[in-house]
C-alpha cells in the first residue's frame, strides 16, 4: 500500500508525464498531416524527418501507458466501493465528454460547411444514430465506424477506466465477504488472466474478441498501472519485469517490436519520474508543460481542422504540390492544429477540469481527503 512517506513526497503532477502526453499528442499530428499530404507530395519531407512523422501513430501507445499510469495513481486514496465507482465515472465524464462532444459537433459542422462551399467534395453525413452511439463511446461496438479515426482510441480509454475501477471495486467486495487475503490472490489470477489475453489478442494469438472491444491494448494500460503500483510499492518491480517479458516474447513483427519499447520506455520514464525528482525536473521546459497542458484538446481537434487546411491547398492548388508548397502547407496545418488545441483547452477543457474537481471522491479510513483533483488522463 500506499505509505505515508510517498503521499507526502510525490507531486500532484509529474512533469515528465505531462511532457511525455505533449509529445504522444504532436507525433499524432505530425502523422496524421503527413498522410494527408503525402497524397500528393511524396518527397518534401528530408527521409529522417518523413520517417518520423509516418511513425507519429505510436503516440498512442505512448498515450495509452501514461493513462495507465496516472489513473491508478489518482484511485491511489480511493474507498473502492459501488458509490466510489459511480463518482469516480461521473468525475471523468465530466472532465473528458465536454471537449470530445464538442469535438463531435465541430466535425459535423464543418462537414456541413465544407459541403456547402464545395459540394464536389461529397462528404458523408454521420446519420443521427451514429452521432448518438459517439456521444456514449459505443460507435464501434454498434457497428457505426468513427467520425473521425482517432475517436476510436477515446473509446479505448473509457473502458479502460471503467475496467480497473470497476475490478478494484468488486476485488474489496470479495473481500468483505472472504477477507483481503482471497481477495488479493483473486485479483492476482485474474489481472494476469486478463493482462496474458490482451497481449495475445494484440500479438494475434487469440482471436474472435468482440468489435471494439478494448482487450487488444488493455496490456499496455495495466503496464502503466504497474509500474505506478511498484512506485507506491504494492507490487515488486520484478512484476514489471515479467509484464515486459511477456510482451516481447509474443511480438511477431517489426511494428510490435516497436511498440514494446515504447512500453518499456514510457512505463521506465513513469516510474523514474516518479521516484527521482530530479530527473521530473528535467522535463520543466515550458513548450513541453504547454504541450502537455493542452494535449487532450490538440488530439481532439487537431483531425478536423489540420486535414481541411491540406485539403483546402489540395482543392486549388491541385494534388501535386511542390515541395515548397507542401512545406508551407504542413507548418500551416500543425500551427493551425496546436492553436485549436490552445482555444479547446481555455474555453472548453479548463472549465470541464474545474467542474470535475468539485466531484470529490470518497477515500480509504485514516486518510485525508484530495486536495486537488487527479492527474488528467485523457487518450488519445
Known sequence: MTNSIE????????????ALRGLAALAVVFYHVQGALNRGVQSWLPDPLRRLAENG???VNVFFVLSGFVIARSVRHGSMTLGYFGRFVL????RLDPPYWCAIALEVLLIYVGLALIPSLGTPVPSSAQLLAHTVYLQDILGYGQLIPIFWTLCYEFQFYLALV?????????????????ANVTLVIFFTALF???????????????????LDRWYEFFTGVIAWWV???VLPLATLFAAWGVNAALARHTDSLIEGILVVAVSTLCLLSARYPSIDRRFKLRPLQFLGAISYSLYLYHASVAWRVVSLVQHFAGMSLTPMVGILTWLAAVGIAIAAGYVGWRLIERPSMQLARRVTLPVRAGLAPEVTGPLAAPAP
Open 91 to 94: 468525475r471523468r465524464s465530466i
Open 231 to 233: 512506485v507506491s510499492g
Open 7 to 18: 503521499r507526502a513526497s510525490q507531486p500532484q503532477r509529474f512533469q515528465a508525464v505531462d
Open 196 to 214: 496474458l489475453a490482451s497481449v495475445g489478442a494484440h500479438h494475434s494469438w487469440i482471436n474472435g474478441a468482440p468489435r471494439g472491444l478494448a
Open 166 to 182: 470497476g475490478i478494484l471495486v468488486i476485488g474489496q467486495i470479495i473481500a468483505q465477504w472472504t477477507g483481503q487475503r482471497v
Open 57 to 59: 501513430h505510436f503516440g
